[in-house]
């Protein structure tokens, strides 16, 4: 189940847009499973082998950057979403509701 429900999570992180973020609790929620988001940062953790999920891209529902340490360095996760033009002042995105992507509402 754990393993179908990562493939799930990765099906929906592969989506969001160069540019955007989302959150742990939005993945969980667009999949069904609205306290979830606990699931889904596992899932982030165990997606660093996989090249073509932007792990970079799923933050805390506050913008913040909770999931930087679990990244190669503690800055490849800023760094990145710095390369795709998202301002990040002390591990919290600038503008964060602009930059918000919700699969609940850009899938559907």
């Known amino acids: 189940m754990e393993r ?10 592969r989506l969001i847009p160069k540019g955007r973020v989302t959150s742990y609790g939005a993945i969980a929620a667009y999949l069904g499973m609205r306290s979830g988001a606990r699931l889904v940062g596992w899932a982030m953790n165990a997606s660093h082998s996989l090249s073509d999920v932007p792990a970079h891209r799923v933050v ?4 913040l950057l909770t ?14 979403l710095e390369k795709e033009g998202i301002v ?10 602009k930059v918000f992507w919700d699969p609940s509402k850009e899938l559907l």
């Open 67 to 80: 999931g930087k340490f679990h990244f190669k360095t503690p800055t490849t996760m800023q760094r990145k």
């Open 60 to 63: 805390n529902s506050k913008g």
């Open 4 to 13: 179908q429900y990562f493939d799930e999570v990765y099906q929906v992180v």
């Open 88 to 97: 990040i002042i002390e591990d919290q995105i600038q503008d964060f509701k």
